[in-house]
């Protein structure tokens, strides 16, 4: 794992100077603390009869994982034309390397990385249809004065991008790209009300206008001034034709073809030159993933686990029961979190504003398990690829209301029952029930979204104020979820959805929280259930083999029962969180009321006085939980005072 950075530029362009790539890259030195190189075109002797147009900069730090005495970045191909920086891994490298050596290519080091390259030199922009791994690279080829950068599938690796007239920047994370010399920090009001829609601002966009990120699976290429994007892969939840043999499959082969394709996810994943481990929660995902590395490895994996002291966000003696199952040598952490200690950390590393608390304690679990291990392996993707969600449920339920006339359904969405009193907690039933009814009336896509938004858009519309709502200009934030809807408009709605949160919620959130807080530790996360092959087959699979009798995850269960305990089966899912509605209450009463009841914040002129004291009052006096959303608004409000205002 590592962090890349650079730039292209036209001939007569702007340059990007050895000291601006020197400071993008040192921004993002917590991502590879062990080595740092550059490489500039302009230094490369003529080696072709067209005369150069373009030029390049290529920056890179490197966490060292395989070849750790070789594999220095930037890397190049035997001649020198094609220069490479590469953030991941690729992890079916040795085999692409053997067919590269037959056709005769020359390797130099022992890494994933210089694969890559020979790969290019064969396949050109396709090269990335080979890969089988977690990435994002950027290749400069000197022969083509191109520019091409590739992220991988399912969005584990980001990648930032700023297109100028004349010049093209990338960095690993944005805080990079603000080092360049004269770029501006204008803030996007349509980003705005993504966050404040997802929690996350979704890919193209970010929240400054003028960078964007490059969305999952995407490819881009800079050429003589022009910037070109292409979508190379995207998950096969279409409907299967008859002619294809997965359509004719028995549940056995189904089982039989998952446990052959996971394993294999999950043996590669166990490439290292570096001590590896698995995060380990004593849920099904992660219980299986430890336990086929166990079954791979001659001697006790390391797992880890974190604990805290308040019950209910506690999953320690859950897996302490895997950990003993499976016979792994298990370590175990109990931390007091601290949101105090760990804001500041949180805002600088996620560059946008981004709202997912489980943040906290995944920066924890990171944190501790590095010093340990290099690497460690997760379940992340266990849920959204085989309906692991509880609100799966309510998305089948409601589903079964969709014949009603819209009159009818309309009934249920009367702020009538809105009133009815119900308890504050968060995920009471009374509460459950209450969002369940309220969103009945709408499309299934706006209704899932009303389900798990953060703000809906009745509830912005009150917040914001009406200077804010003309710079929206009519703005709909919901087309993010309904085009991911759109991935696969035929199947049923349950498999729809799911399809929905592997193309949204997974990448934007999960994948990206994953990223920045291994990374802010100089750990490498790897999830062998995002391995392309393991998501394509569960994109195939009929949803009665994931989801029936109002349970998800039952191919899991039954494929992998030697692995998983009894109690862990059946074992209600809890989040990974942490207590902020009690803190918002307690220790950060003082931070939440200074810093969002107060002339700074109110001067930005997104939200109106009244609503903000509103939201606050009816928290801490325990009428109602809004503890998601203050959340929400204290890191957008936070990350202005680090980004935009400044010291």
């Known amino acids: 794992m590592c962090g890349i950075a650079g730039a292209a530029w036209k001939t007569g362009a702007e340059p990007i100077s050895s000291g601006t790539l020197e400071r993008m890259t040192d921004a993002i030195a917590h991502r590879g603390p062990d080595d740092s190189g550059f490489f500039f075109s302009s230094s490369l002797k003529e080696t072709t009869h067209v005369p150069k147009t373009a030029f390049c900069a290529l920056g890179h730090r490197r966490l060292s994982i395989i070849d750790l005495g070789g594999g220095h970045q930037p890397l190049s191909n035997e001649d020198g034309t094609v220069w490479i920086v590469f953030n991941g891994e690729i992890y079916n490298y040795r085999e692409l390397r053997e067919g590269l050596v037959a056709r005769g290519h020359v390797f130099k080091t022992a890494s994933d990385t210089e694969v890559i390259v020979h790969l290019y030199e064969e396949e050109g922009v396709e090269c990335v249809q080979k890969l089988r791994g977690m990435f994002a690279f950027a290749i400069w080829d000197e022969t083509q004065q191109r520019l091409l950068l590739v992220r991988d599938r399912l969005g584990q690796k980001p990648l930032f991008y700023k297109q100028e007239s004349d010049r093209l920047l990338f960095a690993s994370e944005l805080k990079a790209l603000l080092e360049v010399p004269g770029v501006s920090r204008v803030v996007d009001a349509q980003a705005i009300d993504l966050y404040m829609t997802y929690q996350y601002v979704p890919p193209p966009r970010t929240i400054l206008k003028g960078f964007q990120k490059l969305p999952p699976a995407h490819s881009a290429v800079w050429e003589r001034g022009k910037l070109s994007i292409h979508r190379y892969w995207q998950p096969p939840y279409e409907p299967i034709q008859p002619a294809h043999e997965s359509s004719r499959w028995s549940v056995e082969t189904w089982r039989k073809e998952l446990r052959e394709t996971l394993t294999e996810a999950v043996r590669l994943r166990m490439r290292s030159d570096v001590p590896i481990g698995a995060f380990l929660s004593g849920g099904i995902d992660s219980t299986i993933i430890a336990g086929l590395m166990q079954s ?116 249920f969405g009367w702020n009538l029952w809105q009133q009815i009193p119900t308890s504050t907690k968060q995920k009471s039933l009374g509460r459950r029930v209450k969002r369940f009814l309220g969103a009945l009336g709408q499309s299934p896509e706006k209704r899932y979204l009303r389900w798990i938004g953060i703000f809906d858009e009745q509830s912005r519309r009150e917040l914001y104020t009406d200077t804010f709502r003309q710079q929206l200009g009519g703005y709909d934030s919901s087309e993010f979820i309904q085009q991911a809807y759109q991935e696969c408009p035929h199947r049923d709605f349950v498999t729809r959805t799911t399809c929905a949160d592997v193309v949204s919620y997974l990448p934007c959130d999960i994948l990206t929280k994953v990223d920045i807080a291994s990374m802010a530790y100089g750990l490498e996360a790897r999830s062998p259930f995002l391995d392309h092959r393991v998501a394509e087959l569960a994109a195939r699979m009929p949803i009665e083999l994931k989801y029936h009798s109002g349970k998800g995850k039952q191919i899991l269960t039954e494929t992998f029962a030697d692995l998983l305990p009894r109690s862990i089966q059946t074992r209600a899912k809890m989040g990974f969180g942490v207590p902020i509605d009690h803190w918002f209450r307690n220790e950060l009463k003082p931070l939440l009321q200074e810093t969002l009841l107060c002339d700074r914040c109110y001067n930005r002129g997104y939200f109106k006085r009244e609503a903000l004291q509103a939201l606050v009052e009816e928290h801490l006096s325990n009428r109602w939980d809004h503890s998601y959303r203050l959340w929400n608004l204290l890191c957008l409000e936070q990350w202005h005072r680090v980004f935009i205002d400044g010291p």
């Not at 994996?301 to 209910?312: M, Q, Y």
């Not at 298990?330 to 504003?353: G, R, T």
């Not at 392996?377 to 339920?397: I, M, N, T």
């Open 296 to 411: 791979l490895s001659d001697k006790p994996i390391h797992t880890f686990s974190i604990g805290f002291s308040i019950k209910e966000f506690d999953e320690r003696a859950f897996a302490r029961v895997a950990a003993e199952h499976l016979g792994t040598e298990h370590h175990e952490f109990l931390v007091e979190p601290s949101a105090l200690q760990m804001f500041n950390k949180l805002i600088w590393h996620y560059d946008e504003p981004f709202s997912d608390s489980s943040a906290i304690p995944t920066m924890y679990l990171s944190e501790v398990t590095r010093q340990v291990v290099k690497v460690s392996l997760s379940g992340d993707g266990g849920d959204e690829l085989f309906c692991g969600y509880k609100r799966y449920e309510a998305v089948q339920l409601a589903g079964k209301t969709d014949w009603l006339p819209a009159s009818l359904k309309s009934i």
